[in-house]
């Protein structure tokens, strides 16, 4: 493995852990200001593996979160954020095939658009009110990413979704999930 593979992999795992770490916030800011960490470094960790798509997404990602962080300020909330974000993940996906040459056929249209599909079901899940809505999201978002990751070889980030998919879930169980009493069951 050439070095800057090697270091690309690093940083993914670094990213990684700001990702899940993320999960396991009780509010929403706090989800979404580790991610934005995690967004930073993924953006140079799949820029550096050649995983282009990736690395336009996190990019995004980094002002997506800032966006979200500030909601008051930026009024975030307005259906406009939401329509603009998903154009750009739109852009990039044409961007991928047209500047950044990536070779068009049904595999690679396949695989480039679940990144999109990802960043897509997280910007409703920064939209969302509830950290229980975020997680939920997270569901939609990692498996697609996770998939984007294997095609990819992205080992940092192939960990980050599947500890991400599992930190979603204790996440769920530790704040979400109604707690049932022992009383009603004899």
């Known amino acids: 493995m050439p070095p800057i593979e090697i270091a690309a992999q690093i940083i993914g795992v670094f990213a990684m852990a700001f ?5 396991q916030q009780k509010k929403q800011r706090f989800i979404i200001a580790l991610q934005l960490l995690g967004s930073t470094l993924f ?12 690395g336009l997404l996190n990019a995004v990602g980094i002002v997506r979160a ?5 909601k008051d300020k930026l009024k975030s909330d307005h259906i406009l954020w939401l329509i ?19 070779a068009w056929n049904f595999p690679n249209a ?9 960043m897509t079901a997280t910007t409703f899940a920064f939209r969302a009110k509830t950290a229980k809505t975020t997680r939920l999201l997270g569901l939609i978002s990692s498996p697609s990413w ?3 990751n294997i095609v990819n070889l ?3 980030a192939i960990c980050c979704e599947v500890f991400s998919l599992i930190s979603i879930i204790v996440g769920w169980i ?3 999930r109604k707690k049932r009493g022992f009383e009603n069951h004899e």
């Open 110 to 118: 396949v695989v480039e658009i679940l990144p999109v599909i990802g």
């Open 174 to 176: 530790r704040f979400d």
């Open 19 to 23: 990702n899940i770490w993320s999960y």
């Open 66 to 70: 800032i966006v979200f962080l500030y």
């Open 43 to 54: 953006t140079a960790h799949f820029f550096m593996l050649g995983a282009y798509m990736g």
């Open 84 to 102: 603009l974000f998903i154009c750009v993940y739109l852009a990039s996906y044409v961007f991928t095939f047209t500047v950044l040459g990536k």
């Open 146 to 148: 996770l998939i984007y």
């Open 154 to 156: 992205s080992i940092g």
